[in-house]
Structures are given as C-alpha cells and as structure tokens.
C-alpha cells in the first residue's frame, strides 16, 4: 500500500508500522506452517515442541493486534519475503527429506531460522517503540521476544540431544 509522503518524509513511526505489519504476515504464515512442520516430523519431542509453538503463536499475533491497537492502526500483514523463502525451504526439506532420518535434523534447522527472523524483527520492534515512547508496545514486543528467544534455545536443546543425533547415527 503506497502512501503519499515522500520517503524523506518518512519516519521511524512509519518504519515501525511497516515493520510492524511485516511480522504480523509472518506469524499468520508461521501458524499456518506449523501444523505442517507437526505432521512431518518423526521425532515425538520435535512434533510436540512444534504444535507447543503453534499455540505460542497465536498468542503472538493477538499480541502483535494490541501493537496495532496502540498506534491507532488496522492489524493488516504485508507480504513478507523473507518469511516465505524461509517456509518455502522447509517445504523442500519436507519434499526432499521425507522418511529420511535426516528429516527432523532438516525441520528443526528451518524453524531455528524462523525463530531466528523473529527475534531479530522483535528486538528492532522494541527498540523502535522505545524510542517512539510506545511503553504498551514495548511491554508487548518484549514478553513475545523472549517466547521466540526460549523457543528457540529448546530447539538447540532438541537438536544437540535428539534430532541431529539421529541423523548423524543413520
């Protein structure tokens, strides 16, 4: 969606919203990834830290809705391209990896770069709504950035303890 200012016009406040409706496409795509990414998995601990993420998630984007609601603007997502080539990889391994015991070693990786998107988007949200005086915003962004962050240590744990084990001894 185009506006009128000019990009020198163009301020933090509006980085902060494009932003903004940037994650909220992501985590729209992210949920309706995950069920998939469930269903593919072999390893019962990975199936469970993934549908655990699904509900997570969610919360995620009621969360982002009350971002939008603090800024007075319309929770709408725009296309996010670096979302979608990361679901489209997971989609290959799922495609190429399928009943391999290299599977779950293939998805875990594609959802720690998931979770890695996030919390770089995350952080620079909370920053910016620092700077912007948006303390709702901030208390939001922040309680959603460590969710990703401890979400994204149990996949480390998941995959030094299980996951990549399992392919490696296959």
Not at 35 to 47: G, I, R, S
Request: proline content about 2%.
């Amino acid at each position: 969606m185009a506006t009128s200012k000019t990009p020198a016009s163009k301020g933090l406040d509006n980085l902060f919203h494009d932003t903004l409706k940037d994650i909220y496409f992501a985590e729209k795509k992210i949920l309706a990834t995950l069920p998939k990414m469930a269903k593919a998995a072999q390893d019962e601990a990975l199936k469970s830290a993934f549908e655990k993420h699904r509900v997570q998630t969610e919360e995620h984007v009621a969360r982002l809705e009350e971002v939008f609601k603090v800024i007075d603007k319309k929770p709408v997502g725009k296309t996010c391209a670096a979302i979608m080539g990361i679901t489209e990889e997971g989609a290959e391994i799922m495609e190429d990896y399928k009943g391999s015991a290299s599977l779950d070693a293939g998805l875990l990786a594609a959802a720690q770069a998931v979770e890695h998107y996030e919390i770089s988007r995350y952080g620079t949200l909370k920053t910016w709504a620092q700077e912007l005086g948006l303390a709702d915003a901030v208390d939001l962004l922040d309680r959603t950035l460590t969710e990703e962050k401890e979400t994204d240590a149990a996949l480390t744990v998941l995959a030094e303890s299980a996951v990549n084990v399992a392919a490696e001894a296959a």
